[in-house]
T-cell receptor
């Protein structure tokens, strides 16, 4: 069965600092991986997705994630945090067939001024 | 930009009562989903729906739950007799096609917070 682990339920960074949100997956087959973001009182919005093309995936708002098969990881990064990045971030995995997304527990990002 | 809308944003009900959570998916989408997130826990898949029938469901989606697309625009989740443990945020999502393999993105609504007293 596929699963996702997000290390750190809360991450706090200073404005302008590097953002690193960790995601490790468990999958017996090549995974399809996603990062979603949820701003307060809004739905989950797709940041980026990995579907077995390039291992470095660029998303919206300056975020990117690198797929590392050897480490079973798909960590999300942004070189310089902005106050508007404060939100909850979810890593998710999808099977090749079937339509459900399996989510991690989420990481709340706080950006300090 | 088209979006998935869910109503109400917050629903309070008494244990044993029936509730219907409503969703309007993006208009040209063909696949519809419900997920839920119990406070402090992961977002969990409940059910997917395509061509007027359930295409996949989780073990959570028991006989107490049902889904329906009563007309061309709404997609509803009904809980027949609510329990305290049904208290959660319920998210509706839709996609233009099958989302397996990352082929199509699932677009999520803002959620309905269900509180069962």
């Amino acid at each position: 069965a596929q699963s996702v682990t997000q290390l750190g339920s809360h991450v706090s960074v200073s404005e302008g600092a590097l953002v690193l949100l960790r995601c490790n997956y468990s999958s017996s087959v090549p995974p399809y991986l996603f990062w979603y973001v949820q701003y307060p009182n809004q739905g989950l919005q797709l940041l980026l997705k990995y579907t077995s093309a390039a291992t470095l995936v660029k998303g919206i708002n300056g975020f990117e994630a690198e797929f590392k098969k050897s480490e079973t990881s798909f960590h999300l990064t942004k070189p310089s945090a902005h106050m508007s990045d404060a939100a909850e971030y979810f890593c998710a995995v999808s099977p090749e067939y079937g339509n459900k997304l399996v989510f991690g527990a989420g990481t709340i990002l706080r950006v300090k001024s | 930009e088209p979006e998935v809308t869910q109503t109400p944003s917050h629903q309070v009900t008494q244990m044993g009562q029936e509730v219907i959570l409503r969703c309007v998916p993006i208009s040209n989408h063909l696949y519809f989903y419900w997920y839920r997130q119990i406070l402090g826990q992961k977002v969990e898949f409940l059910v997917s729906f395509y061509n007027n029938e359930i295409s996949e469901k989780s073990e959570i989606f028991d006989d107490q739950f049902s889904v329906e697309r009563p007309d061309g625009s709404n997609f509803t989740l009904k809980i027949r007799s609510t329990k305290l443990e049904d208290s959660a945020m319920y998210f509706c999502a839709s996609s233009p096609g099958a989302s397996g393999g990352g082929k199509n993105i699932q677009y999520f609504g803002a959620g309905t917070r269900l509180s069962v007293l």
